[in-house]
């Protein structure tokens, strides 16, 4: 049985305890301790700032060009907080319950708790760094509501609330650079993790610019390298996210959780062709204003402006008329696909529904939309050609977060002592699906006020180690293994390309591991994951060597890492009975095509071991326990 | 649509480059630029030849990692676009694209299409922020802000870093990049008091890196794929001579 190590105490007193009992690190002993943080996120980037001010060595590593290309950049809707600013009857613990009902029952309700109770101090926190948030004319924060939610709780800055976020991190991050308390490796790329007697000790990094193989030790590790939803391929993901750095510490023994919770945005623009490479997301907050129909005939050709209102299913209002366009992101995904195999789908490939504006712009004028949504309408426009303004928007879901991942305790520490996984990296606050806006906000929360802490709690007693040598057995052998792969991908010399395994492995998941799962389809999955793997391992082509710039042989290190994590996926999906959140088994649902929960036999966390390359992995359980929640059926009706 | 690409190919910063042609045929005209450029490196994995280096992540405009100079222009033929948010609609078939890195005194080629921006970074560390620590900020409805100011604010910190006005600047100038930072902190209240050592810091900064003057072409705004304002420039000058005066220089 796994222990999350939980404080003592009623919920509202749980961190405000650990606070007060754990154990702190003296000025002088943090400049004696070196910390490694992974990634330059939302999350990496306050994480490696924070520990920098506090006065440990910090050293950051991250694969783009600069700190400020993280993906969180491109969050668009905005973050949560409790505020209550718009005294609509918020406060901290709707926002958690929300968060919990959001993630149908499967977070910890400690963790969940504490993220909602230190949102205010996020957005203290970006305002005091610069961050421009909408204002009301009084000089006051401007709220909107957000999916899943009955208060506007939302802060946001136009849709560029994630970039705006992400730059106030960079901001302090830079500055942390420029004293000298932080030292940052761009360009570089976590191929090993350093284990030394059951502890984190380092990682071996290649210079994407060189190819030179490097060993970076510490007293702690930070792993903040994003989610893995990329794992589709065709995804809202960069196209460098990866799981690689999250995959190389499974394999030396930390835990991954729900790793088969991924939630599909509803609002993306739908795939045109094969060449394509990305998915591009429209934020949610559209559906503020924005009305989601299909035709109510199939297969009806006729232009979008030409069907009149009786003759259109506006299916969400239909079928949640509580919150209507607003359903949770997990509910809106699947009723968009149900749409679509109905063969309602619409645009030219018929796989999409709409997204209409028509009555909003009738009742607030195109001017109030326009500032709104005015640089999304944009962005719709010139990647479509197409103006929301005139006719709807076509948008289909597509795979965006992973609420799984490494499985980590109330302090943030995966099972590897001295390893710590924050962001999306973590698996935690959003249980089986998250609720939009929470996660800039977890993000934030993980790395400006949790790690920060809790890191003092175990580097306490490890003031008198040391310097960590590089000059090991143990980093020896991991060099030797990193090395040793990188090897091997050039030596296949077969016939194709990385991208194309990815491409591959992407229609798999989709297909077998996607919105919705039945367990013929998950064994079909597995199957063909084993295959492509194989095939991958045989018929690889990477052009080019180790030590120069080689885009390819990254993303051959990559793939190879998502065709090992594909199978726990399936794994993951093909043993929990049940449906919750994202995790849609069609077995497992009401008359009416709702998710089907089975409390009583898995009312826990899978989080699983990694037992051997290609063997079946080992299952740990978390128990969840509610406390003050009693777990109900999640219903937006 | 068919296209002739004209790729500038470098092996590393220190060997010299050369253009080398390639020629693409059906190519779907909905896909972007970038994607282009991912269907010719197929094309070359396939015939044994070494893929042509280019940075992009985000593919949707918004993370400044991607940058072409495209026929002589940073991204292409259109005002205010990414290159990875340039279509392939907005070509001929038939057409001969030349497609070069982003080229600027302070910029490095590292490979083929791949720059060195980190000169960027640099001028941002030596005052691209507002000294917070973690923990200490008040409460965020204590320090009231106009609406406008909020929206002014904004639309200079909408800057995504990629170097698009450093590219097309004729003096290879980073003003426009560094002065949206020092006008986002010099309109908000947050900024108030680190306001002159900032400009001052930011400017020595840039100077130190090796980038150009501003002679005020305002090439650099028609090119943001952010629309930044040359007014931001404006203001940047202001803040130095205003600082100079008042004597934190």
């Known amino acids: ?637 | 649509m068919n296209v002739t690409l004209k790729v500038w190919r470098q092996k590393n910063s220190k060997s010299k480059g050369h253009f080398e042609t390639y020629k693409l045929n059906d190519l779907n005209p909905d896909m972007s630029f970038l994607e282009m450029l991912d269907v010719l490196n197929e094309q070359l994995i396939h015939e044994d030849k070494i893929p042509v280096e280019f940075d992009s992540d985000c593919r949707e405009g918004i993370c400044g990692q991607c940058g072409l100079t495209i026929n002589g222009r940073p991204n292409g033929h259109h005002h205010h676009t990414t290159t990875c948010q340039m279509h392939m609609r907005h070509f001929e078939d038939g057409d001969t694209i030349l497609v070069e890195p982003l080229r600027a005194s302070a910029f490095t080629v590292i490979k083929d299409l791949k720059v060195d921006r980190s000169a960027m970074d640099r001028i941002m560390q030596a005052g691209g922020f507002v000294s917070v620590h973690t923990g200490s900020a008040p409460d965020a409805n204590s320090l009231p802000i106009g609406k406008m100011d909020a929206e002014d604010a904004f639309d200079s910190a909408a800057c995504i870093g990629c170097g698009t006005c450093i590219a097309t600047c004729k003096n290879s100038s980073a003003a426009l990049f560094t002065s949206a930072k020092i006008t986002q902190l010099a309109t908000l209240p947050q900024g108030e008091i680190e306001r002159e050592k900032r400009v001052v810091a930011m400017v020595d900064a840039m100077d130190a890196e090796g980038f150009g003057s501003c002679t005020n072409t305002e090439a650099c705004e028609m090119e943001c794929p952010q629309e930044i304002s040359v007014t931001n420039i404006a203001r940047m000058n202001f803040e130095y001579n205003r600082a100079l005066l008042l004597g934190k220089k």
């Open chain 1, 1 to 637: 049985m796994l222990n999350a190590k939980i404080p003592d105490g009623p919920l509202e007193k749980k961190w405000k305890n650990y606070q007060e009992h754990c154990k702190l690190v003296n000025p002088a002993n943090k400049k004696k301790l070196d910390v490694i943080v992974i990634g330059t996120g939302l999350s990496g980037a306050p994480a490696a700032a924070t520990l920098g001010e506090l006065g440990y060595n910090v050293k950051v590593f991250f694969f783009q060009d600069t700190a400020r290309r993280a993906h969180s950049v491109a969050a668009q809707g905005g973050i949560n907080a409790s505020k209550n600013y718009q005294n609509d009857g918020d406060n901290v613990f709707r926002h958690f319950y929300d968060t919990l009902k959001g993630g149908d029952f499967r977070s910890r309700e400690a963790n969940t708790y504490r993220l909602a109770e230190i949102s205010a101090n996020v957005i203290d926190q970006a305002v005091a760094q610069g961050v421009p948030f909408a204002r009301e004319y009084g000089g006051v924060l401007a709220n909107r509501s957000f999916g899943g939610v009955q208060v506007k709780r939302t802060f946001y800055a136009q849709g560029q609330t994630g970039q705006q976020m992400l730059l106030g991190a960079y901001s302090v991050l830079m500055r942390q650079i420029g004293l000298g308390h932080v030292k940052s490796y761009n360009r570089h790329e976590m191929l090993e993790l350093v284990v030394i007697d059951g502890k984190a000790r380092g990682i071996i990094a290649r210079n994407l610019i060189t190819g030179e193989i490097e060993r970076h030790s510490a007293h702690a590790v930070i792993l903040a390298s994003g989610g893995y939803g990329k794992i589709y391929y065709l995804s809202t993901l960069a196209i460098g996210s990866n799981a690689s750095a999250a995959w190389k510490a499974h394999r030396k023994g930390a835990f991954m959780a729900g790793v088969s919770w991924v939630q599909f945005h509803p609002t993306c623009l739908p795939q045109s062709g094969d060449y394509q490479s990305k998915l591009t997301l429209m934020s949610e907050a559209l559906r503020n204003d924005g009305r989601i129909w299909v035709p109510k005939l199939k297969g009806d050709d006729r232009f979008p402006n030409d069907i009149p209102e009786e003759e259109r299913d506006y299916y969400l209002e239909r079928k949640y008329p509580a919150f209507g366009n607003l359903a949770p992101r997990d509910i809106a995904s699947r009723s968009a696909k149900e749409q679509i195999d109905a063969g309602k789908g619409v645009g030219p490939n018929k796989n999409a529904v709409y997204l209409d504006f028509k009555d909003a712009i009738k009742e607030y004028g195109a001017e109030e939309i326009g500032d709104r949504y005015g640089n999304l309408f944009r962005m719709y426009e010139k990647i479509t050609g197409m103006s929301p303004y005139k006719q709807p928007m076509m948008i289909s879901p597509a795979a965006h977060f992973t609420m799984g991942g490494l499985w980590v305790d109330y302090e943030l520490m995966t099972t590897i002592q001295g390893l710590y996984a924050v962001g999306e990296a973590n698996f935690s606050d959003h249980g089986a699906n998250r609720l939009g806006a929470n996660s800039l906000l977890q993000a934030s929360v993980d790395g400006y006020f949790i790690v920060p802490v809790t890191i003092g709690n175990y580097l306490s007693n490890e003031i008198r180690t040391g310097k960590i040598p590089t000059d090991t057995p143990e980093f020896d052998k991991a060099e030797e293994d990193a090395v040793e792969r990188l090897k091997k991908f050039i030596s296949i010399k077969g016939t194709k390309s990385a991208e194309y395994y990815h491409k591959q492995l992407g229609k798999i998941m989709f297909h077998h591991v996607g919105v919705s799962r039945n367990k013929k389809g998950i064994e079909e999955g597995i199957k063909l994951i084993r295959e492509l793997r194989e095939d991958f391992w045989t018929n690889l082509k990477v052009p080019g060597g180790i030590y120069e710039v080689n885009s390819e042989l990254e993303k051959a290190g990559r793939v190879a890492d998502f065709l090992e994590l594909a199978e726990l996926m399936a794994h993951d999906a093909y043993d929990r009975d049940e449906s919750c959140g994202a995790h849609f088994r069609e077995e497992y649902q009401t008359e009416d095509g709702e998710a089907l929960r089975n409390d009583d036999e898995y009312m826990y966390v899978s989080a699983w071991e990694y037992t051997g390359y290609g063997k079946t992995p080992k299952l740990h359980k978390e128990e969840l326990t509610f406390e003050v929640v009693k777990p109900s059926v999640r219903s937006y009706k």
